[in-house]
Nanobody, 111 residues
Framework: QVQLVESGGGLVQPGGSLRLSCAAS????????MGWYRQPPGSQRELVAR?????DIIYSDSAKGRFTLSRERNTIYLQMNDLGPEDTGVYYC???????WGQGTQVTVSS
């Protein structure tokens, strides 16, 4: 069993930055690759960025050039720069091997 705890969301003005963290705990061999998804208001959950098994990183088109995914042991980070209102939503951490999702952290970009 794997538990994921996200942090770092909040309210930020357009053009600002946020850094999200997701700490994984539990059965470590199940943690595997991890990633970030988000759910904008009234929309379905969508990929933001995730690690591949070979170590590559997949970014959504909207995240490319603005967001950076990184990992240190069992914690992953999402550095988000140049945020816009379209980035508003609940951001979820995912560990697909363990079929685990975090509880989500709200990101609101507004002036």
């Amino acid at each position: 069993q794997v538990q994921l705890v996200e942090s770092g969301g909040g309210l930020v003005q357009p053009g600002g930055s946020l850094r999200l963290s997701c700490a994984a705990s539990g059965t470590t061999f199940l943690i595997g690759v991890m990633g970030w998804y988000r759910q904008p208001p009234g929309s379905q959950r969508e990929l933001v960025a995730r690690f591949e098994m070979d170590g590559d990183i997949i970014y959504s088109d909207s995240a490319k050039g603005r967001f950076t995914l990184s990992r240190e042991r069992n914690t992953i980070y999402l550095q988000m720069n140049d945020l816009g209102p379209e980035d508003t939503g609940v951001y979820y951490c995912n560990a697909p091997v363990a079929r685990a999702w975090g509880q989500g952290t709200q990101v609101t970009v507004s002036s």
